[in-house]
């Protein structure tokens, strides 16, 4: 046969191929709100309480739903399962991130949960992993143990201080892991630089809050035309971004230079750096690591406090548990976990009952895919409700009430009960890499917190509890509205064991 008969029979056999193979195009999208003309789902894309709209069409349409926001697909999924399915068992085709226009313009594209999918990506998770892995915090034990038993004796000594105290202990236990700093009058500047930078995370990505992420042509407009607003404050955020960024790391680099750093991210990625891509890799890492083990956990530490002066039978439950197994002469270790299995539940439901992150970062679909005989458009947004997650009435009845007991059985952790910890922190390939440091450091502080502390809620004048509201804050990062709380010693002797440990008195 000749060279084009060849050709023509390949070229034959390629079509029949393709011909047999199902097409997905014949597929329906999945179930969803009607579509307007022109406008698609636009009216149905929630600007606030996104993740309670989001669970109520789910409830209406199914567990994967379909959007159409002015031409963009939207999946939204309202199961873990679903979430498993597709994030993880088929992570490989979901493992990129939407295109965001305020990231680009505040200059966040160097934030991991945004960062596009690519070998820059890769390099930067693979570096994040080295340094929150548990092998590698366990050389930072003794420090974080001193970091919250110091914290601890600052609340008693300024209990209203709560939230203050809580992001300081936070803030020095991820600057000393990233930039070798400890926390003080000189260093809470940096504190501040990072926190200016998450707060713009949280504000620029607020779901529907911008135009220009359904409408990318308004980009264009002028900083001073009406309706650029957005680009004034991008312009704006731009900057502490920036510094947030370089002033923290130039400090590191100083210190180095000088032979006055400790380890940390930052100067042990400055001392690799070969090249100006692996010296901005080791900036970007190290600002990274406040985003990713820091914030989020500081906001459970806050609804852990909620929770407690709330619910003093689970409080005093657990109390019983560390007294029979600490007992009055010590504080309690991180190899005391095993042994603590209602303070484990009781972890758990902190961390089921307020999510901090509501919906995941939104994943990507790199290729067309099928689930469930419906299409999943190349290119589709596809959105996780975390927190409809667990509140999934068939895995955790009644789930407006705080019960650590729904994770027990006999007296043990239940394996049958679905672990919050597999949803809370995301799926897949982007799954929060600093998820070991908030699981060890929310342990710990938690139960070193109950070891010592009573934490109830105000009485009013007539001598009752104060009715708590758990109201939560909306944005990409969830914290409780302010509330008060009253924080006393447990006791004397556990109070002297706070002092002995923080080398430290109260007045």
Not at 149 to 166: K, N
């Amino acid at each position: 046969m000749s060279g084009p008969g060849i050709l023509a029979v390949f070229a034959l056999g390629v079509a029949l191929f393709f011909a047999s193979r199902p097409s997905r195009r014949g597929l329906p999208l999945p179930p969803g709100p009607p579509r307007l003309p022109f406008i698609g789902n636009a009216l149905d894309i929630p600007k606030k309480d996104a993740k309670s709209v989001f669970r109520d069409l789910c409830a209406k349409y199914g567990d994967v739903i379909h959007l159409d926001a002015l031409g963009m697909p939207i999946i939204v999924l309202g199961s873990h399962e679903a979430a498993v399915e597709l994030l993880e068992k088929r992570g490989a085709n979901y493992c990129d991130t939407m295109p965001l226009v305020m990231v680009e313009l505040c200059g966040l594209d160097w934030v991991l949960p945004l960062m596009r999918y690519g070998p820059s990506w890769r390099k930067h998770r693979r570096a994040l992993h080295e340094f929150f892995a548990p092998a590698a915090l366990d050389a930072n034990r003794a420090s974080t143990r001193a970091d919250i038993h110091r914290f601890l004796l600052d609340l008693l000594h300024e209990p209203d201080s709560l939230v203050s105290h809580i992001r300081a202990l936070f803030g020095s236990m991820i600057m000393r892991i990233s930039y070798g700093f400890e926390l003080d009058a000189h260093t809470a500047r940096y504190l501040r630089l990072a926190e200016a930078g998450v707060r713009i995370f949280s504000a620029a990505l607020v779901p529907g809050k911008y135009l220009v992420e359904s409408l990318p042509f308004l980009r264009h407009l002028p900083a001073w035309a009406p309706g650029a607003r957005f680009k004034r404050l991008a312009r704006a955020w731009r900057t502490d971004v920036r510094r947030a960024l370089e002033v923290p790391f130039a400090e590191t680099v100083r210190r180095a230079e000088a032979g006055d750093a400790t380890g940390s991210i930052a100067q042990v990625l400055h001392e690799r750096a070969r090249t100006a891509e692996d010296e901005e890799l080791a900036k970007n890492v190290a600002a990274i690591a406040y985003t990713a083990g820091g914030d989020t956990t500081m906001s459970s530490a806050q609804w852990f406090f909620f929770a407690m002066a709330a619910h003093p039978t689970a409080q005093a439950r657990a109390q019983a548990e560390l007294d029979a197994v600490v007992g009055p002469v010590r504080l309690p270790e991180l190899a005391d976990e095993r042994a603590l299995p209602y303070v484990c539940a009781l972890v758990r439901e902190c961390l089921r009952w307020r999510s901090v992150i509501p919906l995941n970062t939104a994943h990507r679909a790199l290729e067309e895919d099928e689930y469930r005989g419906c299409r999943i458009p190349k290119g589709a947004m596809v959105v996780a409700n975390l927190w409809a997650f667990c509140r999934d009435l068939e895995v955790y009845p009644d789930p407006e009430t705080f019960r650590p007991e729904r994770f027990l059985k006999d007296g043990r952790l239940d394996p049958d009960v679905r672990d919050p910890r597999s949803i809370v922190f995301g799926y897949g390939r982007r799954e929060c890499p600093g998820k070991a440091f908030a699981e060890r450091s929310l342990f710990l502080l938690m139960a070193t917190a109950l070891h010592t502390l009573s934490i109830t809620a105000p009485v009013s004048e007539d001598g009752q509890p104060v009715p708590m509201d758990a109201v939560m804050t909306e944005g990409v990062l969830s914290y409780p509205e302010p509330f008060r709380c009253v924080i006393k010693p447990r006791s004397k002797a556990a109070e002297n064991l706070l002092r002995a440990s923080g080398n430290k008195s109260l007045p």
